[in-house]
């Protein structure tokens, strides 16, 4: 956002970022987000396509973060793989402990424990494994340890003021580091298989196609709460002061207020979203793997808020939809060629759309919907941020 017509007042001009919660126009585009992910692809999907879909929708918990964090607050991380990695890992080792009951695993030399961990002559449940019988514990767990690192990665980064390109190196050192650990200590984390075979979730199958049609549903609502919190924290006053510090974070600091404070609350709060995206992945899909946790996940998932645009929560999760739908239709009919199509696809935002989806629609789209009387607000501007700020 251009500030040069501010930067001679010496002020902050507060009307420019005074917005409702949702405008008319907002409320209508979240409408239509919940019937499209409530209605209509339940209603037209066969159970495997809408599992696939499912399976989306948690990558764009992910997404809806980065929004937050790369598109309002000028923090761009190549590593929230680690975040959805970590929570769906909490979640896969309560449901591996659950599934490897005394009785399941009688035929185990060590019954009583995971597999993998008999498979490499482990004799004992570890301790940091120990706390996950406890669903309670599981759930605070999944949001908690993502957080924590976050606060550590962010605390050790923004207090140096380290960033721009070198905190989105660093995240994604750390993400394949995170992944080589994973991998290296396989009679822990089941290694480069990652953590597999998980049937129940408190007694409750979840591999039944009645149990993956709920979980559908628990995700999509999930994901509407997600976004409506990520609104809550855009149009509040944190959400502001972070849009400025985007923009000219010096002025910020000068004010007094202390920045990577901020900017801390922004990562750590993407980091908790992501983490709930993972918990969700792991139940829907049956497993979790280092392969989630890696560059290449971190990277697509940069990839989904640009193509949706990384100033639109609502963009985020149709980029997310579209991104992933055109993976797996490509894919399938030319898996050797989709690496280099996701490439040129996100070289081809950068280029010619910046501002993604949500960008093309305010442009091409938006103008001949608002000369329909009475569908939006009367003011032209009012509520567009809503859906995409235009980079002026």
């Keep these: 956002m251009g500030s040069s017509s501010h930067a001679s007042t010496g002020t902050l001009d507060k009307s420019r970022f005074a917005n409702p919660f949702f ?3 907002g409320w209508l585009y979240f409408a239509i987000l919940a019937v499209l992910i409530l209605v209509v692809f339940p209603l037209t999907l066969d159970a495997f396509r809408l ?3 499912g399976k989306y929708l948690t990558y764009a918990f992910v997404a809806l973060g980065l929004v937050l964090c790369w598109g309002h607050s000028g923090i761009l991380s190549l590593g ?3 975040f959805f990695g970590l929570g769906g890992y909490c979640m896969a080792m309560f449901l591996k402990l659950e599934a490897s009951s005394p009785e399941n695993t009688a035929i185990q030399s060590t019954p009583g424990i995971p597999d993998f961990m008999d498979w490499n ?3 004992e449940l570890p301790w940091f494994w120990a706390p996950f019988h406890s669903f309670g514990f599981t759930l605070i767990a999944i949001v908690a340890v993502p957080m924590i690192l976050a606060f550590v990665i962010g605390f050790a980064m923004f207090t140096r003021r380290v960033g721009g390109v ?6 994604q050192a750390i993400a394949a580091i995170l992944t080589i650990l994973i991998i290296g200590q396989q009679g822990y984390t089941g290694g480069v298989n990652g953590i597999t075979d998980l049937r129940t979730l408190l007694g409750w199958n979840i591999r039944t196609s009645e149990a993956q049609f709920i979980l559908y549903f628990v995700c999509a609502g999930l994901l509407l709460a997600s976004l409506l919190l990520c609104r809550a924290v855009h149009v509040s006053k944190l959400g502001r002061l972070v849009i400025a510090i985007r923009d000219k974070e010096d002025r910020v600091r000068f004010s007094g207020y202390d920045v990577a404070a901020f900017k801390i609350f922004v990562f750590c709060f993407a980091a908790g979203i992501a983490a709930i995206g993972g918990a969700l992945f792991t139940l829907q ?5 280092p392969t989630f946790v890696g560059i290449v996940p971190s990277i697509e998932m940069v990839i989904f808020a640009a193509v949706g645009g990384r100033l639109s929560f609502f963009g985020a999760i149709y980029g997310t939809l579209l991104v992933n739908y055109a993976k797996s239709t490509f894919s399938e009919t030319f898996p050797e060629l989709w690496l280099f199509a996701m490439g040129g696809l996100f070289i081809a935002v950068v280029m010619a759309f ?4 949500a960008g093309l629609y305010h442009r091409h789209v938006r103008p001949h919907l608002a000369k329909i009387p009475g569908l939006f607000d009367r003011q032209s501007g009012r509520g567009r941020d809503v859906v995409a700020q235009p980079a002026e």
């Design 23 to 25: 405008t008319r126009e």
């Design 51 to 53: 599992n696939n879909v």
């Design 354 to 357: 910046p501002d993604g989806l």
């Design 166 to 171: 070198y905190f989105a190196i660093i995240t």
């Design 80 to 82: 929230q793989g680690i």
């Design 121 to 123: 002559q482990i004799t």
């Design 285 to 289: 899909v049956g497993f979790m793997s």
